[in-house]
């Protein structure tokens, strides 16, 4: 009777111990999954700013100058505004420390 019982606490102890691993590894992959979108959405508004310098260098091969200020407006304004959502996410985690 004192085999069964060390072997069912074992076991539980077993199952406490796959659960305890199984949520450390959730907790990861929700970690990884938040730094992936990161990773995405600052690789489209990189790709974003290169079109636009693109276009700038190109309004200003063909002597287009209106083009070129309206679009190094652009990218002043898009640059500013990813600044700004940079700077927002670093406030809010310095309000919840």
Do not use: C, H, W
Not at 14 to 43: C, Y
Not at 78 to 83: A, W
Request: no cysteine; proline share 1%.
């Amino acid at each position: 009777m004192v085999e069964i019982n060390e072997g069912q606490k074992r076991i539980r102890e077993g199952q406490e111990e796959v659960r305890e691993k199984f949520q450390e590894i959730s907790e990861e992959a929700a970690k990884l999954k938040e730094e992936t979108n990161l990773i995405s959405k600052q690789s489209a508004a990189n790709q974003l700013r290169l079109d636009l310098m693109f276009e700038i260098i190109k309004a200003r091969a063909e002597n287009d100058y209106a083009k070129d200020a309206e679009l190094t407006q652009a990218l002043r304004d898009l640059t500013g505004k990813q600044n700004l959502s940079k700077s927002k996410p670093s406030e809010e985690k310095q309000e919840k420390d």
